[in-house]
């Protein structure tokens, strides 16, 4: 398994890292989308072993949502240390995943979002 979960260990070992690159995608148990999504979330994340993939249950995990509005699903956050460079729904096709953390390794400026600190709640949440 190379994605992770909030609270695991594994995750909690791998964010110990200096600034690590998340993807994480926000979906929820009962969605089919998601449930079809999941595999290829997975997949993909073995082929950018320098992020850190986190799926994400929204009603397991609210709190990592704080004021954002999750309206569709996928719903993916990529975060580098702890700038937001893109938090938005995306269509369910991986390779529109994958375009965009291969755009993401070029230098931006983050995206402002109300979202927590992502990665300071899941350092604590494996704590």
């Not at 890292?17 to 009962?30: E, G, S, Y």
């Not at 082929?47 to 699903?73: K, R, T, Y």
């Amino acid at each position: 398994m190379t994605q992770y979960f909030p609270g695991s260990r594994e995750l909690a070992l791998r964010l110990r890292q200096t600034d690590p690159t998340l993807v994480v995608c926000f979906c929820a148990a009962w969605c089919d989308t998601c449930t079809q999504y999941q595999p290829r979330f997975d997949t993909l994340s073995a082929q950018h072993p320098q992020a850190s993939f986190v799926w994400v249950d929204i009603e397991e995990f609210p709190d990592l949502l704080g004021d954002e509005d999750v309206e569709n699903f996928p719903t993916i956050l990529i975060q580098q240390g702890h700038d937001v460079r893109f938090m938005g729904t995306m269509l369910p096709h991986i390779e529109h995943l994958d375009r965009l953390i291969q755009a993401m390794q070029a230098p931006r400026k983050p995206q402002s979002t109300a979202l927590p600190d992502v990665l300071a709640l899941l350092r604590e949440a494996g704590a």
